[in-house]
């Protein structure tokens, strides 16, 4: 039978481990009861304030009359910032600390919009997973979502996005399937397959560039961020 790797006898390996291990610890070293949530005011949170009142009425409408029926709680929020923190990071403990959806059936959905960092996500529980999958995710927030998004229509992308996954909850999603999709073959494709191999990459950058300091951000795109990353409501 032969013997596992000695990790000793691979020091490369060790120190990009541990180097991850570093980099890991320092992105997640602040407990989450440091962030500031915003409260759970209704089912449109909007702390952002990108959205006008005619629009949060209606969107809050909708969410109302899909709980009624299905008994899922969709939640969408906007936030003023990330507070240095992913968005897959926030929109999880944000998830987790409004505990959204049902706790037998962990079928919470969460919208998040961070304008300030130019990224949105969609969240949701366990129980939801089958039917808002990640693909279906993705799809909504690059064909409806973004584009409106970009052109400074957060409202309609807002309003597009729910109405979209509204749609997935509450009706057969063969016809969402056959919709121009992520391709296997598509250039997102390709950078799951190597974002591994750049996340190492980054890893020893930030170590060795530590200390350095950096120059801040700005504009561009409006950065996608979508699927489900098994939050489970509370």
């Known amino acids: 039978m032969p013997r596992a790797p000695s990790v000793r006898a691979h020091p490369v390996f060790a120190w990009l481990i541990l180097g991850l291990w570093a980099f890991l610890a320092f992105a997640t070293a602040a407990p989450a009861q440091e962030l500031k949530f915003p ?40 936030v003023d910032s990330l507070q240095d923190r992913d968005i897959e990071t926030f929109a999880n403990l944000l998830f987790r600390k409004w505990a959204l959806g049902e706790k037998k059936n962990n079928n919470g959905v969460l919208l998040l919009v961070a304008p300030k960092e130019r990224k949105v996500r969609i969240e949701v529980g366990y129980g939801l997973e089958g039917v808002l999958t990640d693909a279906l995710s993705k799809l909504i927030i690059v064909n409806g979502i973004a584009p409106r998004f970009k ?79 098994s939050s489970g409501g509370g």
Request: charge should be negative; proline fraction near 5%; charged fraction near 20%.
């Open 39 to 78: 409260d759970l005011t209704g089912r449109v949170v909007d702390q952002a304030n990108i959205l006008p009142l005619d629009s949060r009425q209606a969107i809050d409408a909708k969410l109302l009359d899909l709980e009624n029926k299905s008994s899922i709680q969709f939640v969408v929020a906007t």
């Open 151 to 229: 052109s400074g229509d957060f409202a309609g992308g807002v309003s597009r996005g729910v109405d979209d996954i509204i749609s997935i909850l509450t009706t057969d999603t063969s016809e969402w399937q056959k919709k121009p999709d992520l391709r296997q073959d598509s250039p997102e494709s390709l950078l799951n397959a190597i974002l591994p191999f750049l996340i190492v990459a980054v890893v020893i950058f930030i170590i060795w560039r530590f200390g350095k300091g950096g120059g801040g951000g700005g504009g561009g795109p409006f950065i996608v961020m979508g699927g489900p990353s």
